[in-house]
């Protein structure tokens, strides 16, 4: 006999909210009606100017949560550069930092993008409906009800068979759990503060040709630093991240003064600053982001917490994004393992997902130190570090960003194996872990 099929509610089109429509749809189409409520306007109705925006490097991780879904890759990496390393800018000479493994360098939006026409081109009402400007407000688990506010102040209640909340680390599903459920959730200001940057990534006239095929990053000091990624038609788009106490802007009133700025002190990047990018940069907003740490990512067998709902972390090691998309994989591997029980899926997740995500918080906390003395030895790991491993790789365990970026061990296993190194920076440091 034919059950009725159940239904899905995904608060938050991000990509680990969307990564999961396709999963659910992809293994059991007929069982699964998904609908996707975001609070922001529809993106393919959004100019670009008006969309916030940062690349997203794509590793391993990433790319597997891709790969489950039959040429979803290859629509994204259309829009994307593949990036075979880092290149680390100083005044007077540049190094590189090859990796292993490509990355895939993408606008956030783009990939968002990207997976909405793969999900509406794929499947249709009422297989999977969307919904823009609909902000989750209040929850009635009991009732199994979820509530949404449009920006004209319409409410509508909605009734769920599963309510995932894929609604980033301000997400309100987590806060209403945390506020009437009893979950336990703590949230820390990271200390680093970043504005979007969009450069040229060629400057003809100064002889600059920027590696299209590269990451590119400079350190200015442990307050400063710039990272950027190739995007298609010759761009760089990146993150200009600062001390959140020290904000180097805060003395730049006209544009000269912040092509002055990056002549000085970012001759490189400096030279593919057009004047009216300088201006756009002075009146960019300062983003501040924040770390999210909870004990499980579950309520009952009907709510769930995914990404940075559940486990925002500091973008300095770039897992953020690969995390939450690992997120579907691993859900996608316990419904198969439990025939699609949500009751045995959902506190497994938890178990097996929150030592990870505790872990990622403290790689991304303390991979990357903050005095000048251990940024010297974080390159030299990461260099000489490497030949070593090569040569003696029994004495010499693979430095940690290699380890995050070029394998898919589990987090909580990069962390044993690096706790010699990320026990060091932290002692170096002051940030205080918010749940422990
Ligand atoms: C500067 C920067 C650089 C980064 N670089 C990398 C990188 O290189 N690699 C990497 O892996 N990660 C990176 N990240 C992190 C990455 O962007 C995030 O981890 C990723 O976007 C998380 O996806 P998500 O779907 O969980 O959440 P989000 O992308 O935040 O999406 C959440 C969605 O929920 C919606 N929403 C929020 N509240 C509500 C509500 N109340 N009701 C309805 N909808 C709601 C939002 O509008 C949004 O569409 C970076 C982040 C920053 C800031």
Redesign the pocket.
Same mark, same amino acid.
């Given at each position: 006999m034919a059950t009725s099929p159940q239904k899905i509610v995904i /608060? &938050?089109? &991000?990509?680990? #909210?969307l990564l999961f429509a396709h999963y659910l749809l992809h293994r059991r189409s007929q069982q699964y009606q998904v609908e996707i +409520? !975001?609070?922001?306007p529809d993106p393919r109705q959004v100019a670009v100017s008006e969309r916030r925006s940062?690349?997203?490097?794509?590793q391993e991780r #990433?790319l597997q949560g891709l790969r489950g879904i039959p040429d979803l890759e290859a629509a994204i990496a259309q829009q994307s550069l593949p990036c075979q390393g880092t290149v680390v800018h100083n005044k007077q000479r540049s190094r590189e930092i090859r990796r292993q493994n490509t990355v895939l360098a993408i606008d956030?939006n783009t990939l /968002?993008l990207v997976l909405l026409e793969e999900l509406s081109r794929r499947y249709a009402a009422p297989q999977v409906q969307l919904r823009f400007n609909?902000? %989750?407000e209040t929850l009635d688990a009991a009732a199994q009800t979820v509530c949404?506010k449009t920006p004209d102040s319409q409410e509508s209640a909605v009734h769920y068979d599963r309510l995932i909340g894929? !609604? #980033?680390? &301000? =997400?309100?599903v987590r806060d209403l759990l945390a506020a009437h459920h009893g979950l336990q959730s703590a949230q820390a200001l990271v200390p680093d503060a +970043?504005k =979007?940057i969009f450069l040229a990534r060629t400057n003809p006239d100064q002889g600059i040709d920027l590696a299209n095929n590269r990451i590119h990053t400079a350190n200015l000091n442990q307050d400063v630093r710039i990272v950027l990624a190739p995007q298609p038609g010759d761009r760089l788009h990146g993150?200009f991240v600062f001390n959140a106490e020290k904000n180097p802007f805060a003395d730049l009133t006209t544009p000269t003064a912040v092509q002055a700025y990056f002549a000085e002190h970012l001759p490189t990047f400096g030279a593919l600053l057009s004047d009216a990018e300088a201006q756009a940069l002075l009146e960019r907003p300062v983003?501040r982001?924040t770390t999210i740490t909870c004990d499980r990512f579950h309520e009952g067998d009907r709510i769930l917490l995914? &990404? !940075?709902?559940a486990h925002?972390v500091s973008?300095s090691i770039?897992? #953020? %994004?690969? =995390?939450?998309l690992e997120d579907i994989v691993i859900l996608n591997q316990l419904l198969d393992r439990y025939d699609d029980d949500w009751a045995q899926v959902l506190p497994q997740f938890s178990q097996q997902r929150v030592p990870d995500a505790h872990a990622l918080r403290d790689l991304s906390d303390y991979a990357f130190p903050r005095t000048p003395l251990l940024v010297l030895e974080f390159f030299l790991r990461l260099t000489l570090g490497r030949k070593l491993h090569q040569w003696f790789p029994q004495q010499f365990q693979p430095f940690v960003f290699d380890l995050v970026l070029d394998t898919n061990l589990s987090y909580a296993e990069v962390l044993r194996r690096s706790s010699g190194w990320i026990n060091k920076v932290k002692r170096s440091m002051t940030v205080e872990s918010p749940l422990t």
């Open positions: /608060v &938050g089109a &991000g990509p680990a #909210g +409520y !975001d609070r922001r940062f690349p997203i490097s794509l #990433g956030r /968002v609909h902000a %989750c949404f894929a !609604d #980033g680390a &301000g =997400s309100q +970043y =979007s993150a983003a982001l995914v &990404g !940075d709902a925002a973008p770039g897992q #953020g %994004c690969n =995390s939450a």
